[in-house]
């Protein structure tokens, strides 16, 4: 039996089959050919340019891998540096670099130095000690390291747990601060195993588990006790590609290995420095600056390109050098800096005391002159009777009064934002006219006229000023709990409010009314550097320096050379404590770039350390780690407004949040890590850590406000009027910011109508019903700048 017949439906009757292809017919064969579809040979064509492009990209990146690995395992390269950092005090590190030292160096040979060239692993490398307690020079070797070694000790796990690897204090300390710095390439040495295979693979399995989260993911551990494994971690940490931080490339630095004096003749008390070591990430010129860390900046009168003490290959050189024999290399080259191109050693602006001054009137200024004077010739004054010419020189006209007011008020008195109109002073004066954006005006509802309580002379007149501070401190005990307006201030008793607070202003609105950031700059600013355009010299300094780093030039020392650097014109008792100093802790001179020894305003971004509690105030001395420079400075504190040009200035250094800090520095280009440190009571030397940040600007047009609250408190309240007691103690202090808008902590706003009575209470209008609990408060507001520290660099009490 057939089966079922397959379902055929009807055809459509369409005669196109798109919209695009009906005017087809109407073009000629040639025209079908161009608006025909592409073929499928160009889609392939541009798969294959994107697989192509992708190919060169990928042979780019592992060309450039490669160069960097041959350029850091070269015989070239200068040697890698490790620093050996024990977790806790009771490891011993000293057993741990003796081996590492006997295992690098040659067979039948020891090593009398940190430095140490091996033919069997092909690697040159320097093995530091990190002491445990001292920070500063934990943190100098941090800097320089290529590979941090973390040790711990089997014998340290806690008391308490014995799951748990122990790390003290200072270790968790130093930890937070390497990752402030930045971290290179780390690893876990682990010492002190048992010999017992399973035990031993237990006590490594839980040092994973404790220690993993205070590393990155992949940092490796290795047991370090026989000659095995450290032969294991030696040869994987010779084929590791190194990673360091970033500000660390982009200077050159140098390492002494040792350090001399030359005595200067021509300058008496002064010496020429000479430290000698291998040069580090860049190139350096003769004509650059050098820093010495926590010393100062310097100009180089000579460099010295020596022979390589610690040759790779030791057929090519001496197997062994000691201390001696490197102060007697010879040099193979000499670079003398050029006068022309020398960068100058210009640390702050001599400002001339005459440059602002005018000793003699130009022509305008006297025809000007001339003009004012016919017209007060010309105007016509109402005299008494039988007044003499002479006797009418002497009358002064209202305007005359008017004038000499308004000039008395912009030097002795505080500048206010007003209307275009203006706010009408005490005793007919006006004010001066200031901008729109500085007005301050309320459009405020008809009040009703006034009652006969409100115009009535306030209780309290005949208080005594004892009995008036006794009310005072009772209302502020009340208030005390409030911690939403950290800062309200207390109105003086004993000095007008006018002059107490000259310095301040009020403003309408602290996001969009404007301020002249050179307005009433302080002293120093005149000693100080600023950039036209920061971004754009930064971007041409730094490309600068790679051509010149990618060049080859004949003032400059390529990286990997062992060089011998004569530092001019340092002190003698500076230099001498330096040669002490280098004895145990590393010393580092960095080239800087162009303008990067010139004071200027530079701008960090801070927080709290965790481990810091005391508190930190603005304007206090702290010695700030900035990349390889020191030096010591006395910030201010802002909040980091993103909606306005105008900061806060913040009192104190406050936990759990970033903040700005503000310093006199030198200046330096970012990106840059942040150390701050603080000495402790009794202490020459800095122990605590007390902030960490980074750098992110410089630019001493940023306005920092200080801002300050005077309150009050409602005496009487009649609907939308209150009067107002205790915020000013005489009427004319209220004539004297009567000109400035006032606000309560319930949300109100209004102004200052007019004083009531000899005590200092006044009539005060508002938006809405004043609450007779509520307070009313007035904001002011002063430009605050830095502080000039007395010392720019750390003294060296180490």
Not at 366 to 395: C, F, N, V
Not at 501 to 518: E, H, I, N, Q, V
Not at 536 to 562: F, H, N, P, W
Request: net charge neutral; proline share 6%.
């Amino acid at each position: 039996m057939a089966g079922p017949r397959p379902q055929i439906n009807k055809a459509h009757k369409s005669r196109f089959s798109s919209k695009a292809s009906r005017q087809v017919h109407k073009t000629s064969r040639i025209d079908k050919s161009r608006i025909s579809k592409p073929d499928r040979n160009v889609t392939k064509g541009a798969r294959a340019a994107r697989i192509q492009r992708n190919k060169m990209v990928r042979d780019q990146k592992r060309a450039a891998l490669l160069k960097e690995k041959r350029a850091s395992s070269a015989s070239t390269s200068p040697p890698r540096v490790i620093v050996l950092f024990g977790l806790s005090a009771s490891v011993n590190l000293d057993a741990l670099a003796k081996d590492i030292l006997a295992l690098l160096s040659p067979e039948g040979t020891k090593a009398t130095s940190a430095t140490v060239a091996s033919p069997d692993y092909k690697l040159r490398a320097t093995v530091l000690k990190a002491p445990h307690g001292d920070l500063l020079t934990c943190m100098e070797m941090a800097k320089v390291a290529d590979l941090i070694a973390f040790v711990t000790s089997a014998s340290s796990l806690c008391e308490e747990d014995m799951s748990v690897f122990h790390v003290d204090s200072f270790g968790s300390q130093c930890l937070s601060v390497f990752r402030a710095i930045g971290l290179p390439s780390t690893a876990i040495l682990i010492r002190d195993l048992p010999l017992e295979p399973k035990r031993k693979q237990e006590l490594k399995k839980m040092c994973l588990s404790s220690l993993a989260c205070e590393f990155p993911e992949d940092c490796k551990f290795y047991p370090a006790d026989t000659k095995d494994e450290l032969h294991k971690f030696l040869w994987l940490f010779k084929e590791q590609r190194l990673t360091v931080p970033h500000w660390r490339n982009q200077r050159p630095f140098l390492m002494a290995q040792e350090v001399g004096l030359v005595s200067d003749d021509c300058n008496p008390g002064k010496c020429t420095l000479v430290l000698s070591g291998y040069l580090r990430a860049r190139s350096l010129s003769v004509n650059q600056l050098v820093h010495l860390s926590g010393i100062g900046d310097f100009q180089l009168c000579k460099i010295d390109l020596l022979k390589d003490p610690f040759p790779l290959n030791a057929k090519k050189g001496p197997e062994l050098m000691d201390s001696d024999e490197l102060h007697d290399l010879q040099a193979i080259r000499s670079l003398v800096p050029d006068p022309l191109k020398q960068e100058p050693l210009l640390v702050e602006n001599i400002p001339d005391p005459l440059a602002g001054e005018q000793t003699w009137p130009t022509e305008a200024e006297m025809a000007e002159a001339d003009r004012i004077h016919k017209q007060k010739e010309q105007k016509k004054k109402i005299l008494p009777r039988g007044t003499s010419d002479y006797q009418a020189a002497w009358i002064v006209d209202d305007t005359d009064e008017e004038v000499s007011g308004s000039e008395d008020d912009e030097v002795d008195g505080m500048v206010l934002d007003k209307e275009e109109n203006g706010f009408s002073g005490p005793e007919g004066s006006n004010y001066s006219d200031l901008d729109e954006d500085h007005a301050v005006s309320l459009d405020l509802r008809n009040s009703d006229d006034e009652t006969e309580a409100d115009t009535a002379m306030t209780e309290g007149e005949n208080l005594t000023r004892e009995q008036i501070e006794d009310e005072i401190r009772k209302i502020k005990d009340a208030h005390a709990e409030d911690e939403e307006y950290p800062d309200e201030v207390d109105t003086p008793l004993d000095v007008p409010a006018r002059k107490r607070f000259a310095k301040f202003r009020g403003l309408k609105s602290f996001r969009t009314s404007s301020w002249d950031p050179k307005e009433s700059l302080p002293p120093e600013y005149a000693r100080i550097f600023a950039f036209d355009n920061f971004a754009r010299t930064r971007k041409l300094i730094l490309s600068k320096a790679l051509d010149m780093d990618q060049g080859i030039k004949e003032d400059c020392v390529s990286v990997g050379s062992y060089i011998r650097l004569f530092i001019k014109e340092v002190q003698v008792d500076v230099a001498s404590k330096l040669s002490v100093l280098a004895k145990t802790s590393p010393m580092l001179a960095c080239g800087l770039f162009q303008h990067e020894s010139k004071i200027s305003v530079m701008h960090f971004s801070i927080r709290k350390h965790d481990s810091y509690s005391a508190p930190i105030k603005a304007k206090e001395s702290l010695i700030f780690h900035v990349g390889f420079r020191q030096f010591i400075a006395r910030p201010i504190f802002s909040s980091d407004n993103m909606n306005s040009d105008k900061h806060k200035m913040e009192r104190f250094l406050h936990a759990g949040r970033f903040s700005i800090a503000s310093v006199y520095a030198p200046i330096s280009f970012p990106p840059l890590p942040l150390i701050v440190l603080k000495c402790g009571q009794g202490e020459a030397s800095p122990t605590a850590v007390a902030a960490v940040g980074s750098l992110k600007s410089i630019d001493p047009d940023r306005i920092i406000l200080k801002k300050i609250i005077l309150t009050g408190y409602p005496q009487r309240v009649s609907k939308l009027k209150a009067t107002v007691r205790y915020m000013f103690h005489n009427p004319e202090d209220v004539r004297w910011f009567k000109p400035v808008e006032v606000w309560t902590k319930c949300g109100r706003r209004g102004r200052v109508k007019e004083p009531v009575g000899t005590h200092g209470p006044m009539k005060c209008t508002f938006d809405g019903v004043v609450q007779q609990h509520d307070t009313v408060c007035m904001s002011l507001y002063k430009r605050v700048f830095p502080k000039w520290p007395e010392q720019r660099f750390p003294v060296l009490d180490r």
